[in-house]
Every structure is written in C-alpha cells, then in structure tokens.
C-alpha cells in the first residue's frame, strides 16, 4: 500500500515555480494555471504554449537554467528538466527552504506527484497510480470521462445550492440528510442527469422543495425557529457607502448576519451619495443629513439591493413608506472625542485653540466649554479629517467615538472622549440601522435577528426627541439615553452656536423610549428651546 495523502490544495496566488519548459513542464504549468497559482518559469527555452500564456501575461519566465536560490520563499517547486544533476541541486536546495518537490522524472525524490484529473465543473475526479503506471492513470480517467458527463456539473451546482438552503431550512441534521439521501440514491440524480440540461436544475429543485414539504408537514420540523429562517436560495445584497468606516460597518452586519444563518450568501454593493460626492461645503449649507441615505434607499426602491446598513446619525427622521428600519443592532460607543496631536485634553489646550468640526451640535458645546476656540470647518472621512488636521496645522477635531473604534483607529493617549453629559452626543451617533423593504417578508427574518432591544429603545427615545424637535443638521440639538435597570433615561439637548449656551432636560420612565424622548422635548421647549433653535 502506498502511503501518500491525498488532498485538495487550494493554490490560489500561491508562488510556484517550475523548472523545464518542455511537454511535462507544460502540462504541469496549464494546471497549475488553472488553479490559479502565480507561476514562474525557468527554463532555457519553452513550449509555443508556455509562450503563449507568457506573453499574456498569465506567467513569469526566466529564460535560463536553473540555479540556487531559485526556491527562496517557494512552496511548491515541478521540476520537468529530465536532468539528474539538475534535480540533485534542486532537491538538497528544497530540503533547505522546505519547499515542497515534484521531479517528473524520479518519483522516489518527490515530496507529491500529480493525479489525473478529471474536471466537470466543480466535481474533480482524480486518479493516481502511485508512480506504477501514469498511463493506466490515464487510461481510467479517460473511461471515468464516460460515465460523468458535462451533465455531472449542473447537477452538483444544484445540490449545493439544495444543501446551502437545507442548512437554513432544516434544523434537524437527520432529516436534513434524508433529504439529501432520497436525492442522491433514491433516483433522482439519476432520473436528473437522463434529462436535457436545462432542464436538471428545475427538476432538482422541484423534487427538493416537496421534499421539505414533507419533512415539515411529518417530521419535527414545525417549529417557530424554523419559520423564521430563510424560504428559498437567494443571495442578500447589502447596500453601503463606500467609506471605510461605512464598508467596515457594512461587513460587521455581513459577519453576524452569516454568524446567525450559517450558509447564507451575502454581498455588498457600494453606492455613492451626494453626500461622499460634495466634500467641500458644510452639511447644512448642502441641503440636510438625508444626504447619506438617499440613494440607498433608491437602491432598496429598485431591488438593487436588499438590506441598507446606514449609521443612525445620518438617517433623518423615520423611514419614507415602503421602507422600515427593521434591526438596530447592539450601540458601539456614543461618544464625541476631542482628537489631538498630542494628547491634550480640551482644558489644556492653548489660548484661542483652532478646532476642526462642521457640527453645529459639536460648535455649540465647544465654544461652551472653551469660548475661545475658533472653530473651522473640515469635512471627508475620518481619515483625510486627521490627515487635514495635521496639514493645517488644527489643535484639535471632534469626531465620534464609535468610528474612531470600528475603524482600530482609538487611543486613549491621544483622543480625549467626552462624559455623554459633558458633550450630549448626536441622536443615534454609534448606532447602526438595518432597513429594509417593507414588504420584504424574507430579508424580515433574516435581519431582525441583529435588533438589539436596548440599543433600539434608545435610539427610538434620542429619535423620538428629534422629531419632535424638527431637528435637523442645521439645529444644534443633542440628545443621549440609557437603561439602567429596565428604566430609560434620556438627556436632551439644544443649544446656541453663537454663545454655546445649552438648554438641557432629562426624563426617566419604563414605558416606550419615543414617549419619553418626545416628554423631554416638550419640556425643553416650555423652557424657551424655541428661541434657540435657528430653523432654515
Ligand atoms: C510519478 C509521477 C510524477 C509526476 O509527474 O507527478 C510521474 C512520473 C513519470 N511519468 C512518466 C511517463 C508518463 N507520464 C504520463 C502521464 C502522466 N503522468 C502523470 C503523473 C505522474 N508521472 C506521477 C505519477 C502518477 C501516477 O502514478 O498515477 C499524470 C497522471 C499527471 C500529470 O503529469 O499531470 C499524467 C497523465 C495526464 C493525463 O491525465 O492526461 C504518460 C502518459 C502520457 O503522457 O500519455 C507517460 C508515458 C507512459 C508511462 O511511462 O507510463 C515517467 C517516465 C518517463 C520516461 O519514460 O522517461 C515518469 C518517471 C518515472 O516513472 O520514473
Ligand atoms: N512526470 C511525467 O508526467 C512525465 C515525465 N517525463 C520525464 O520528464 C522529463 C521532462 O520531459 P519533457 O518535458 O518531455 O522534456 P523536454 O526535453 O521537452 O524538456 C526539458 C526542458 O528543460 C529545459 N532545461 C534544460 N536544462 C535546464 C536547466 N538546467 N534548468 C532549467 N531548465 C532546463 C529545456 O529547455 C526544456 O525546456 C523527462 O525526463 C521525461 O522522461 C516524461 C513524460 C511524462
């Protein structure tokens, strides 16, 4: 019995490196292409098809012999050469970078020797002989070739897509199996591959869904948690800014949504917003927040996408109909940050410190705090803002928290984080939105397991405030609750720009957070809020 190890290696932009350019060498390098290795090539001369894919770029060559160094960093080395000598060097070189060897000519010196390989699709059929007879090798997978037909592929691609749903449909890993069982050996594969081609999917599919049917109907299938997984094999597409911090985010929601629906697929699509295309004006000047969102909520209008991952901050008021903000997940830090150079707290800067922040929220409670700072707008994402900070020469920004961590950019050292009531943060800041359509039962199920139930509570009572406020970005209002013990508290906030005088009130309650947020508005107005807030 031989003692070598199968296995299917994925060499995906792996380096390898093949010494010779003849046929072997050439056979060896189309599949390794094929797999998607970056190949070199060394050797004199090469093949008209080594040649070829060469000048397509496809592969490097060095045109000359082999020499020592040649596996400096290489996992894998095919030497095709038909030299003795050579794959001597070659193989004591190998021993030393503990690069892995296939020598054409002398399987005893061979770390691994290639199969013959039979692809349909993604079904591979390998054969191998043990080094005793390549071309028997051969000679089977030219027979195996008979039996599995181009036909093989279709019918795999749709198992697989049977079983990625049967993972989301099924709970029970034995009904789920019987499944798969009755498919494969009851017939109807086989039943399946006696069909035209474009017709193996749709029967598959078909005999499957019954299948599920049954299952649910007898088996112990019937549960809720079963109902609320996903109904058919489907792809989710999540809509995002293109931002760093928004893809960050973005693929956050993705992690978690895979974590909880094992299989499902998911993809995100990138969508510009007016608001990432003008950088250079003031928010308020542009025409409002809805400026971030506007677009990929077209985008879940048209079906583009599914599922639009929005930081809470930038989404004004409520959802336009059709649409419904169905999950907030767990809040990240609400916090603003007062980023330095050097660390400095906001009491050390010097006199008259030039602060970068186009809030009017941020403005406000600055100049509260330091009445003399100058206040300059910056704009971007947070990297070109420290990048502006730097360049021009700025004391300090304000930015949130939130997005300071998701990105990996905190520290402690030199960003200073505010109390929540020292610097009342913006209405949902460090919270995110999962909205979706409205009618869109599936994506419903999906999604709504990332609702995090404080985070929303919250985030309804500082929006609930807002509301009532008809705040928008041109209004410096702030507002932040929490949960202490069941029971929501929540501060609110409006100020003046000019004098960064602050008019707060809090209220705590156990009942609806948009209640509470909407009595702390009242209240703020009753004490001449009114007055204060400069409306366009
Ligand atoms: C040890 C191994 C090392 C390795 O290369 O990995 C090796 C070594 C050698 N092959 C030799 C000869 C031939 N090799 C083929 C064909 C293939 N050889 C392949 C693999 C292997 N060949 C590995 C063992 C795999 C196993 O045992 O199953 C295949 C399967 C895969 C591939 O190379 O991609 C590919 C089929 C591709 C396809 O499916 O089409 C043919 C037939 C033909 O070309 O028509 C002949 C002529 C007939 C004959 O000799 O049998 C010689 C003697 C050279 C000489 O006489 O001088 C040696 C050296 C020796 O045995 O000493
Ligand atoms: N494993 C397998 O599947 C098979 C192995 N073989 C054996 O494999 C070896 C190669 O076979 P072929 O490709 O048909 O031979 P070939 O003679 O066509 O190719 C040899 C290649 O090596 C290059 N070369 C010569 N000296 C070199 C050096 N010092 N450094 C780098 N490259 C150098 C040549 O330029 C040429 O491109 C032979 O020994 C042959 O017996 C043959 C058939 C199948």
């Excluded at 090798?137 to 749903?165: F, H, N, P, W």
């Excluded at 069982?181 to 749709?202: H, N």
């Excluded at 008259?352 to 704009?379: C, Y």
């Excluded at 730097?390 to 961590?405: C, E, W």
Aim: aromatic fraction near 6%.
């Amino acid at each position: 019995m031989s003692g070598y190890f199968p296995m299917m290696m994925q060499l995906n932009k792996k380096k390898c490196v093949v010494i010779g350019g003849g046929i072997v060498a050439e056979r060896k390098v189309t599949a390794l292409l094929e797999s998607k290795a970056e190949v070199t090539v060394i050797s004199p001369e090469i093949t008209e098809k080594i040649q070829k894919s060469y000048e397509k770029g496809s592969l490097k060559w060095e045109k000359r012999g082999y020499r020592s160094g040649d596996f400096d960093k290489i996992p894998f080395a095919f030497i095709a050469v038909g030299d003795e000598n050579v794959n001597k060097r070659c193989r004591q070189e190998a021993n030393k970078t503990n690069t892995l060897l296939n020598i054409a000519d002398q399987p005893d010196q061979c770390d691994f020797m290639l199969p013959a390989v039979l692809r349909q699709g993604d079904l591979l059929l390998t054969v191998c002989t043990s080094g005793k007879s390549p071309m028997l090798a051969k000679k089977i997978k030219q027979d195996l070739m008979q039996t599995y037909g181009k036909s093989y592929s279709i019918v795999l691609d749709t198992l697989g897509e049977i079983r990625q749903d049967a993972f989301l449909q099924i709970a029970n890993q034995k009904n789920r199996q019987e499944i798969f069982r009755q498919l494969i050996y009851d017939g109807m594969v086989e039943k399946a591959l006696t069909l035209p081609v474009q017709e193996v999917e749709t029967f598959l599919m078909q005999e499957y869904k019954e299948l599920v049917l049954s299952t649910k109907e007898h088996g112990s299938e019937k549960g809720s948690e079963i109902e609320k997984r996903r109904k058919a094999v489907k792809k989710l597409i999540i809509g995002s800014r293109g931002s760093r911090l928004a893809l960050i985010q973005a693929k956050w929601v993705q992690e978690k949504l895979q974590e909880a629906h094992h299989g499902l697929k998911i993809d995100i699509k990138i969508i510009k917003t007016k608001g990432d295309i003008i950088l250079d004006r003031t928010l308020d000047k542009v025409g409002g927040k809805g400026l971030f969102v506007k677009e990929i909520q077209n985008a879940l209008f048209d079906g583009s996408i599914d599922l639009a991952v929005h930081s809470m901050k930038d989404v004004p008021g409520e959802s336009p109909e059709g649409l419904k903000m169905v999950a907030i997940p767990e809040r990240e830090d609400a916090r603003d940050v007062l980023v330095t150079a050097d660390g400095k707290s906001w009491k050390e800067l010097r006199d008259k410190p030039v602060i970068g922040t186009s809030s009017m929220r941020r403005q406000a409670q600055m100049k509260a705090l330091r009445p003399d700072s100058q206040i300059v707008p910056i704009r971007g994402n947070i990297e070109t803002r420290m990048q502006k900070m730097k360049d021009q020469h700025m004391d300090g920004i304000l930015l949130a928290a939130a997005g300071l961590i998701r990105s990996g950019y905190f520290n402690e050292k030199y960003h200073f984080a505010f109390s929540e009531e020292a610097f009342i943060p913006a209405v949902g800041q460090g919270a995110l939105g999962c909205e979706i359509r409205e009618d869109d039962v599936e994506t419903t199920g999906i999604v709504k397991v990332l609702d995090d139930m404080e985070s929303r509570r919250r985030v309804e009572a500082e929006r609930g405030f807002l509301n009532h406020l008809e705040g928008d970005c041109h209004v410096p209002v702030g507002a932040f609750a929490w949960i202490e013990e069941k029971k929501l508290t929540i501060l609110g906030m409006v100020a003046c720009v000019e004098t960064g005088k602050r008019l707060t009130a809090v209220a705590s309650g156990e009942g609806s957070g948009e209640a509470l947020g909407v009595k702390v508005a009242e209240e703020l107005l009753e004490k001449g809020a009114a007055s204060l807030l400069k409306r366009k």
